[in-house]
Structures are given as C-alpha cells and as structure tokens.
C-alpha cells in the first residue's frame, strides 16, 4: 500500500471515529477522549524514557482514570469526592518514588505529573465544554467548532506556507514553518469560525474570539511538542497512526488550545453573571 494511500485510510478512519465520539452521546464523548488521553499519557512516558528518565507509568495511568472520573462526577452530581483521591494519589507518588531505587527521583515525579498535566488535562477540560449549560444539555457543537479550527488551521498554513512561505517562523524549533502559513492559517480559521457561529452555542463574536485562540495557539501548540521531539531526536511521538506518527502528533494543538479556550469561557460566563 502506497503511502499516500496509508495517510488517506488512516486519516478518514481517524476523523469518523473522532466526530462520531465527539457528537453521539456523552457517554461515547467521555470514552473517546479517555481512550486518548491514556494513549497520548502512555506516549508521553514512552518519549520521557528516550531522555533517561523513569516516570510511574502506572500512577500516571492511574491519575487520567481519576482525573476523567472526576470531572465527569463534578458535572454530573456536582461531587469533588474524586478530585481529592486524585489530590491524595499525587503525593502518594512521592512517597512511591522512595521505593522505585531509580536515578534522578525529582524528574521521575515531575515527569509522572507532566503526563497528567500535558496530556490528559486539556482532553478532561472538554467535558467541561460540552455541559456549558448543565448535564441535561449535551451539546458538542463547541468542541466540534474547535477541532475543525485546528484541522482548518493546520491545512490553511500548510497550504499557503509551502506556496507562498518566505520568512521563517520558528526556525530553531521547525525550520519550515514561515509567517506566511501562519497569517494564511489564521484567515481560514477566522472564516471558520464565522461558519461555526451559526450553531448558535456561543455568539459570532465568542465564535471569533475562539478562532483567535486557535490561530494563535494553534501553531504554538505544534511548536511545543516539535520541541520535545527534537529534544529527544525523535521523528514522530509514537507510530499508533500509520503515516501520521503517534497520539501527541495528531494533538499537539488541542493540547494548548483546550485550556486557554476553556479558561477564556469561564472568564466571560463569570463576567456575564
């Protein structure tokens, strides 16, 4: 099979499973991105080991369960009970680490909470997104609009960064993208963001005002885990995703995107009371 064709299959196997997780059921919304923040957590832990660190893998697995498990208990009964045994896990990874016998105890604990923190965090804070109006109120459309930013983002600044791309960007970190891509990128993504706004979920200037994040955020977010990998002199984050490297590879957006925009909404639902 051609690569071409390899990229094509697994790229539309990827986008069915992704929107259909995304829009038919809270149930199925959870599963999906629990599903990947462990394969992007345990990806993570497998890169920190290439730098010559040994973070608890299991604690850490562990920690996206709870974490999952907490903010879905926090949405649905209003309950923290489980953001307090997530507290208690994370200093039990400390006390954990006295008995590991392993080099460099700072790192490996530091690490272990970087997985949590990097690559499950912004997935969690999702659910936050799609109850913005209460439990009984499932409603994707916000997350939806996000992921179809970034996917507009990333083609936009390709596209127009390899026709018309001229003035390197962030050459130290990624020698190929140019400021041409980005400002070309952040136009489409704009655009899309108008689109979006006729789901009605959030206003066309809220809508933009997310669009904004996106194009900004967006290439950062790519640009941090570009970082990480060259850090390591490695090509791709894993090869779960044949022809598009691993979880982290396909993600690295959301990874930044998802907080700032979920912080951001907070802010104007708070300043909106």
Known sequence: MGDFIKRALTALLFAIILIAGI??????FIATFLGIS??????????????????????GLIGVVLLFAAVTSHNYCG????????????????????YRKKENPFANIAY??????????????????????G??????????????MVWVNDTGAYLVGVNFGKHRLF????????????????VVTLLAAW???????????LWLS?????????????????????????????????????ILDRFDAILIVAPIVFVFLEIVKEFSK
């Open 23 to 28: 829009n038919l059921h809270p149930v199925g």
């Open 210 to 246: 997310v669009g904004l994040i996106v194009a900004v955020v967006g290439g950062l977010g790519d640009l941090v885990e570009s970082l990480f990998k060259r850090s390591i002199h490695v090509k791709d984050s894993g090869t779960i995703l044949p022809g598009h490297g691993g």
């Open 112 to 133: 272990t909470f970087l997985g949590l923190i990097y690559s499950a965090l912004p997935f969690a804070l999702l659910i936050y997104l799609v109850f913005q109006n």
């Open 135 to 148: 439990v009984e109120n499932f409603r994707p459309d916000i997350v939806m609009g996000i992921f179809i």
């Open 171 to 186: 050459e130290r970190i990624s020698p190929k993208k140019s400021w041409e891509g980005s400002i070309g990128g952040g």
């Open 38 to 59: 462990i394969l992007a957590t345990y990806e993570f832990y497998g890169l920190v080991k290439k730098s010559n660190a040994a973070p608890q893998v299991v604690a």
């Open 79 to 98: 309950k923290t009970l489980l953001f307090k045994v997530l507290l208690l896990l994370i200093f039990l990874i400390f006390i954990v680490e006295l």
């Open 195 to 205: 689109g979006c706004s006729y789901s009605q979920e959030l206003s066309l200037t």
